[in-house]
């Protein structure tokens, strides 16, 4: 018998009151404590709403001011790394802040745990979203090593770490969110031996852990990679846009 099971993915939408709380406080209109508040009730609900249909994996939806985009606890966190200019998030009306490298990237296993909001982290079924190391490779302005692979399994080697302390404090699965992958526009797919690159820095950045995990694209279309990418990506699981592929 087929098995399905339900998960959202990647950063939630706040709710209206959630925005306008964040526009007051960027406005000195409310203080923190009645952001984190408005926050705190947001996440509240969607938990309430993910166990009312019986989700397998809960999130808190990555709803916070540290999560303003998926890329803020790297560009904050990781050494080597600092936060750049204000970046159209592909095709969407959303920005991150590309992540400018300018040393040896590295990360003492505590970026991501700290921005997670800890109190949800219970009862084995907790998920995060995570850019994977493709993702932030082609998102990242590199002026340290010049060369785009060695990018990609540095940021791999800082997100091995950041996977062990996850585990470690109950975070039961994370998600290798790729939308660089399809979303090429006016590249081409990668070759082959471009997508057994992107899965051997997924291995390493699962290396040493046995945490769930999955590889989920988006923003464009899979169909160049099947059935390659099955073999390729080492995650038990692997997500499509269903709208484009």
Do not use: C
């Amino acid at each position: 018998m087929t098995e399905f099971k339900l998960s959202l993915t990647g950063l939630h939408a706040r709710n209206e009151s959630t925005i306008q709380a964040t526009q007051d406080w960027e406005r000195g209109r409310i203080d923190s404590a009645l952001l984190n508040a408005a926050f705190r009730d947001d996440i509240a609900s969607l938990l309430r709403l993910q166990k009312d249909v019986g989700a397998d994996y809960l999130t808190d939806g990555q709803m916070t001011t540290a999560w303003q985009d998926s890329l803020r606890p790297i560009t904050g966190g990781f050494s080597g790394v600092k936060k750049g200019a204000m970046v159209r998030w592909y095709n969407t009306n959303t920005f991150y802040q590309a992540p400018i490298i300018d040393g040896p990237i590295s990360s003492d296993g505590q970026a991501i745990w700290k921005k997670v909001e800890q109190r949800f982290v219970r009862g084995g079924s907790f998920r995060i979203a995570l850019p994977d190391p493709l993702t932030l490779s082609e998102l990242a302005e590199d002026g340290f090593y010049h060369n785009p692979e060695k990018v990609m399994f540095a940021f791999a080697e800082a997100l091995n770490e950041e996977l062990k302390t996850l585990e470690k404090n109950g975070v039961a699965y994370v998600q290798f969110s790729s939308p660089a992958l399809v979303a090429r526009f006016r590249r081409r797919p990668l070759d082959r031996d471009g997508l057994r690159q992107v899965g051997e820095a997924v291995r390493t950045s699962m290396r040493g852990t046995s945490i769930g995990t999955g590889f989920h694209t988006f923003f464009g279309d899979s169909s160049p990679y099947l059935p390659e990418i099955f073999d390729s990506i080492p995650t038990p699981e692997i997500g499509f846009d269903l709208t484009q592929t």
